[in-house]
Structure formats: structure tokens, C-alpha cells
């Protein structure tokens, strides 16, 4: 695995331009691709939870089938990620209803709430206090990423409470909605972050979505309230979330590097913060499918189909000089990458400010 200093020295010379030329054929999205591997995900998904809720209930086979559960819906919930990057419109309305009637709404996690996802993309916001799905964990103490970890054990209740008990809330008392939006309105790993409220082009496609998740969190607590649905299908839907968000939260922390200072990080300083797994192929169907196991080819080429993604790679590596900057964000597998960011030397470790400790070339 190479260094820091490696990887920055290398940024210097990187020519991304160059990378993205040699795959400016792979970028049309294939919408059939897209459809199957949704279509299918959820199919297995919600039929292993349904086996589980139905079948076999506090049997051996319901922690089995419970896993099969997790991993497929995890694969459908990511397409979230691949929906953001559509450049067509038409491509994000069809796909992004879609993927909300078969996985969105019923995790809770309606495809609004992933719209500020260009953030973490950006040159001026990428790594910063403006980036929701990123914190400095290489510079902060190690038990904030204990209570990272932790906190996918309660993020199954943030849906609830977010759509059963907020929404109506703003609706009532209007100058509630600036706080509901500013910090309950966004998927993010940063707490502090602050989100925005809609455009006005937005405002009626986030509101029939927080209705739908409204109707959906009262009416199943209608159901067991009443006895026609039992408690124990919540304890496994409750169940199912844990595990999506779960293996989420490992994945994150293998996403990146976490050095981000603060300063403005072009495409090329943002891929060598960023790591690719090409050899964890049969564990990378399980904890970073669709795409994100190869997460620093994804920031280099943010837009790139995440079914090109093989193509691409191997196309990067052969026709890029050895040593390039992008060879040089492989990681030998994900545990390996957070051990590193585990050991990595906290500011009570070094020597050097704070402010000092990431130089590196801004392009």
C-alpha cells in the first residue's frame, strides 16, 4: 500500500484529462442494466425477508436468510448513489421513482435526502465542514470512529422519528422546517454538517416524499397497534435496517483516506484520498457493490456507469505510466484499510500544528 507522500508526489503529475479521454466511450449508462440488477436485488431481498417474517420465525434459518436480506437490499440501496450521477433528467426521475417504491420508502430513506450528494464532489467542499459523507477520522480520536461504528445500531430509528414525528411537525409549524431541513433532511456521516432546504423546482417531489414515508411509518404502527401486523415484523424490518446500515458504516470507513484539511481538493487530490479494492472482488459483492469498491476510480470519474467500472479500470491500469498516482490508491483489502486508519498518528501523536500536517499540492 503506498504512502501518503507517494501518492501527493505522484498527484503532481497525474494528467487527468488524459485518464478521462481514454474512457469517453464508457459513459452512456445502459438503463437495462440499471433495471435488471435493481429489479433483481430487491426481488431477493424483500423475498428473504419475507421468508424470514413468514417461514421461519425464530428458527435457525431466519438469521441465514435474515444476512441474504441485508446484502440484497444494501445493493439496492446503493443505486442510490448511481442515481445522483444520472445526466439525464429523465434518467433520474424514472430511476429514482422506482427506486423509491421498491427500497426508498420502505427503509426510510426517500432519494431526497441523497440530492446534496454533488458536495462531495466538489473542488471547494470535498473534505470539508460542507461535505456530509466525510470526516477527518485520520485526524480525530479514535473513539469517534468507535462511535461511528456505533451509531448504525440507532440510525434505523433516525426514519421514524424523521418521518413520523417531524414531517407532520413542519407541516403544522412552518418555522420548524428551517431546522428539520438544516439537520434532518440530508444522509450524512458528519453530524454538524447543515443542510439545505429545496429549490423551488424540488419543493412538491420532497414533500409527496416525506408524505409517503409519513403514511407508511403511522400505518405500520397502526397495524401492530391493532394487532394485524405482529411486533415481531417490526423487530426484523428494525433488523434488516441495522444490517443495510451496518455494512454501510464498515464501507465508509474504507472509502477513504480522511485527511481532508479543509482546503480545496480537485479530482486528482480527491482519488488519491480515496482507495480502490481490485482485489476484493468476491467480498466487495458483499460490502461495496455497484461500483463502490473501486471508489477512487468513481471520484475521478464521478459520472462513469458503475457497469463500466472493470472496463475502465483495467483500461487505467494499462495505459497509464506505471506508478501513476491513480496505481497508487489500491488497497489490499478493506480491513486492511481501516486497520491503517486505526493506527493512523493522531494530532496528540505529532509534533507538527495541525494546520501543517497535510500540505499538499492544490490544483
Same mark, same amino acid.
Given at each position: ?36 440488477? $435493481?429489479? *433483481?436485488?430487491?426481488? =431477493?431481498?424483500?423475498?428473504?425477508? @419475507?421468508? /424470514?417474517?413468514? &417461514?421461519? +420465525?425464530? #428458527? ?94 440507532? $440510525?434505523? *430509528?433516525?426514519?421514524? =422519528?424523521?418521518?413520523?414525528?417531524? @414531517?407532520? /411537525?413542519?407541516? &403544522?409549524? +412552518?418555522? #420548524? ?108 459483492? /458483499? ?77
Amino acid at each position: 500500500m503506498s504512502t501518503h507522500a507517494e501518492r501527493v508526489a505522484a498527484a503532481a503529475d497525474f494528467d487527468a484529462a488524459r485518464a478521462i479521454r481514454l474512457l469517453s466511450d464508457l459513459m452512456t449508462p445502459r438503463m437495462a442494466v440499471y433495471w435488471t440488477d $435493481l429489479c *433483481l436485488s430487491a426481488l =431477493v431481498g424483500w423475498s428473504a425477508f @419475507a421468508a /424470514v417474517v413468514v &417461514l421461519t +420465525p425464530g #428458527t435457525p434459518w431466519a438469521a441465514l436468510l435474515l444476512g441474504v436480506a441485508v446484502v440484497a437490499m444494501y445493493r439496492a440501496t446503493l443505486f442510490i448513489h448511481e442515481l445522483v450521477h444520472f445526466r439525464q433528467r429523465e434518467h433520474r426521475s424514472r430511476f429514482g421513482l422506482g427506486w423509491n417504491l421498491l427500497v426508498g420508502f420502505w427503509l426510510l430513506i426517500p432519494y431526497f435526502m441523497y440530492e446534496g450528494h454533488s458536495e462531495h464532489h466538489s473542488r471547494r467542499l470535498y473534505g470539508t465542514a460542507g461535505d456530509a459523507e466525510y470526516v477527518a477520522f485520520a485526524r480525530m480520536s479514535r473513539s469517534e470512529m468507535v462511535k461511528m461504528a456505533l451509531s448504525a445500531l440507532v $440510525l434505523p *430509528l433516525f426514519g421514524p =422519528v424523521r418521518f413520523g414525528v417531524l @414531517a407532520p /411537525v413542519s407541516w &403544522l409549524v +412552518p418555522r #420548524t422546517r428551517e431546522w428539520v431541513y438544516a439537520r434532518a433532511s440530508t444522509i450524512k456521516i458528519d453530524v454538524e454538517y447543515r443542510g439545505h432546504p429545496p429549490k423551488p423546482s424540488q419543493r412538491t417531489r420532497w414533500l409527496v416524499q416525506e408524505a409517503v414515508c409519513f403514511v407508511l411509518v403511522w400505518a405500520v404502527l397502526a397495524l401492530v397497534l391493532t394487532g394485524v401486523l405482529s411486533p415481531v415484523v417490526l423487530l426484523w424490518w428494525l433488523a434488516l435496517m441495522v444490517g443495510v446500515a451496518g455494512l454501510d458504516t464498515a464501507r465508509l470507513l474504507g472509502a477513504h483516506r480522511y485527511l481532508g484539511n479543509d482546503s480545496e481538493a480537485n479530482l486528482v487530490l480527491q482519488m488519491i484520498d480515496t482507495i480502490n479494492y481490485p482485489r476484493s472482488r468476491v467480498a466487495g459483492l /458483499v460490502w461495496g457493490p455497484v461500483g463502490l469498491r473501486l471508489h477512487a476510480l468513481h471520484h475521478l470519474v464521478p459520472s462513469l456507469p458503475y457497469h463500466a467500472y472493470r472496463e475502465a479500470h483495467q483500461r487505467l491500469l494499462t495505459q497509464l505510466p506505471a506508478g501513476s498516482a491513480y496505481h497508487l490508491t489500491e488497497s489490499p483489502g478493506l480491513l486492511h484499510s481501516i486497520g491503517e486508519l486505526w493506527r493512523a498518528p493522531r494530532p496528540a501523536d505529532r509534533a507538527e500544528p495541525a494546520a501543517t500536517r497535510h500540505a499538499e499540492p492544490r490544483g
